[in-house]
């Protein structure tokens, strides 16, 4: 299971609409940027840079990371076709 740390902002819908499309199951937990959770010591642990989105796997250990298979069509899912931009 994936654990999405992220805020209602341009950056954090992109992870989420990728999470979607690859049809990755994930939690969401929102981020308050506004009172500067990305700058607590709890969220540091988990990405130092203090930014959303963070992805953490928790099936590799709970690492902070991302994998992307280069072989995924995004184009063919579910049966479904989508138009190529």
Do not use: F
Not at 17 to 40: C, D, F, R, S, W
Not at 48 to 54: C, E, V, Y
Not at 58 to 83: K, Y
């Amino acid at each position: 299971m994936i654990d999405l740390y992220t805020a209602p902002t341009p950056n954090g819908w992109k992870a989420s609409i990728a999470l979607e499309e690859l049809a990755i199951p994930y939690e969401v937990h929102v981020v308050n940027l506004m009172a500067g959770e990305q700058k607590t010591p709890e969220y540091l642990k988990l990405n130092p840079n203090g930014r959303i989105p963070t992805i953490v796997d928790r099936e590799e250990g709970g690492l902070p990371r991302l994998r992307v298979r280069r072989d995924h069509d995004l184009s063919r899912r579910e049966g479904r076709e989508v138009a190529p931009r």
